[in-house]
């Protein structure tokens, strides 16, 4: 049996900040190392299975080719993501990163864009 919504939601709160995380560079030449100051979860209205994540992201530092890295110089910045209860193998009743852009109903945008400024994660 999976976990709850609201029990995952507490365990990542917990699990993310501070954290870091590596992120290949849109040339593909380098990485950037990006710090969880932030995270905002919410469960979508009608599904209690999908959980929607927004993350600010304090950037640490780039590796790699340093004119390709130059050109995309940044401190903050936001990610926005979702997790689902896995359906299938591995991942069977387990919660799991949602591997495409996140699909947000209408009455669910700006309740999360509302909690996550409540919540300090966006900066006004």
Excluded: C
């Excluded at 900040?17 to 905002?40: C, E, P, Q, Y």
């Excluded at 919410?42 to 992201?57: A, C, G, H, Q, S």
């Amino acid at each position: 049996m999976a976990e709850t919504a609201e029990e995952f939601i507490e365990r990542k709160k917990q699990k993310e900040i501070g954290r870091l995380i590596k992120v290949k560079d849109i040339s593909r030449k380098g990485h950037h190392f990006l710090k969880v100051v932030a995270a905002t979860y919410m469960t979508e209205t009608d599904n209690p299975e999908k959980v929607f994540e927004i993350l600010r992201l304090e950037h640490q530092k780039s590796e790699g080719e340093k004119d390709q890295i130059a050109k995309y110089k940044f401190k903050d910045s936001y990610r926005f993501g979702y997790y689902i209860i896995g359906k299938i193998r591995n991942k069977k009743d387990k919660w799991t990163w949602g591997q495409y852009a996140p699909m947000i109903p209408t009455m669910d945008l700006l309740p999360l864009i509302e909690k996550a400024k409540e919540e300090g994660t966006i900066k006004e």
